[in-house]
């Protein structure tokens, strides 16, 4: 070969390798990730996210895209960041809270759906089965909204003097209603009086303080749903300035200073729907992967903000915690 065709070809081979990866590029299959969430609030949820679709065989960056949408609490953004996953034609959407899944839901009846909810899957109209989900859904239930009875005894347990315990929700989530109702049912069993406070927005959280301190409220439920959630340093420093024993939904508020937690995993709750989402890729159908339920549930309970708090953690309750942090 002469050495003018020899530069010739190698130029041609130069010119044509950008065109070759931008063509493997594009052909990378596409997740569309969607949370009621902010990304600064999610490090550790990516985090197992991303491991579990590393143990199916997906890399991001190297064989998958993953196109991420913040809600950052402002339900009334859903529609257009749902529409606009939809648009792309993304291969799977994973919707992190059962608002944020109805929405997507509503979007889409082909490209599927993994789900994280806290709510009942089948009473919020996410599917109507768990074992063989139907059409483009299935996903994983944390049962977060049914543990509220279950924390108001362990509330009690630490702090059975407390007159009123108040509930803070967001009332704008489809299954606020149905929670209330079995909270104040338990209540009434254990001859607790319960006070519900309504916050879907910055100042409504502050009003809910407000409350707090004028009905002298002396411990506290804080409802687990997505913008809740993202306000998590704000209720940990509310609770802890105006002495407000609470109980939270998620490890991630106790080791943030929070005083207490009862909940299921997020860490193997996300992992689960990374894995979920990688079989899709692979092939599988929403209706061959049964709905995911816990089988374990944490007790967390942080000790330097019970002393913060002028408050005695029972060593009956410090024996049933999972976790206690010094």
């Known amino acids: 070969m002469k050495r003018r065709e020899f530069i010739t070809l190698l130029g041609g081979a130069a010119a ?45 960056g190297r064989n998958v895209t993953i196109e991420y949408r913040w809600a950052e609490g402002k339900f009334d953004q859903l529609p257009t960041l749902t529409t606009d996953l939809v648009s792309r034609q993304v291969a799977v959407i994973v919707a992190f809270g059962t608002t944020i899944s109805l ?14 909810s806290g ?20 996903g994983v239930n944390v049962f977060s909204n049914v543990l509220n009875a279950k924390r108001l ?28 109702l079995e909270l104040q049912t338990a209540a009434e069993k254990m001859g607790q009086r ?11 959280i502050d009003a809910a303080f407000a409350t707090i301190v004028e009905e002298r409220i002396g411990g506290l439920l804080v409802q687990a749903e997505p913008f809740l959630t993202s306000r ?6 509310w609770t802890t300035r105006h002495v407000v024993a609470t109980i939270f939904p998620w490890r991630e508020f106790t080791t943030a200073g929070g005083l207490m937690s ?34 374990k549930f944490e007790l967390v309970i942080n000790l330097k903000a019970a002393k913060a708090l002028g408050l005695e953690v029972p060593a009956t309750l410090l024996a049933l915690a999972d976790e206690v942090i010094e």
């Open 103 to 116: 929405a997507a839901k509503a979007a889409t009846r082909t490209i599927p759906i993994v789900f994280f």
């Open 119 to 138: 709510a009942d899957p089948i009473v919020a109209g996410l599917v109507t089965s768990l074992n063989r989900p139907d059409s483009n859904l299935t």
């Open 16 to 60: 044509a390798w950008p065109l070759a990866v931008r063509a493997q590029q594009a052909a990378m299959p596409v997740i569309g990730f969607l949370s009621g969430r902010a990304l600064k609030d999610s490090a550790s949820d990516l985090a197992a996210f991303r491991q579990g679709l590393n143990e199916i065989g997906y890399v991001e």
């Open 232 to 237: 998590r340093d704000q209720l940990v420093l």
């Open 194 to 204: 319960i006070q519900i406070l309504n916050a879907s927005t910055d100042r409504e």
């Open 262 to 295: 009862y909940g299921t995993s997020f860490t193997s709750a996300f992992r689960q729907v990374g894995v979920y989402a990688g079989q899709i890729l692979k092939g599988a159908k929403p209706t061959d992967l049964p709905v995911v339920q816990p089988t």
């Open 153 to 180: 005894q362990l509330l009690r347990e630490l702090v059975p003097a407390v007159v009123l315990v108040g509930m803070l929700v967001n009332p704008t989530v489809a299954t606020t209603q149905s929670e209330v």
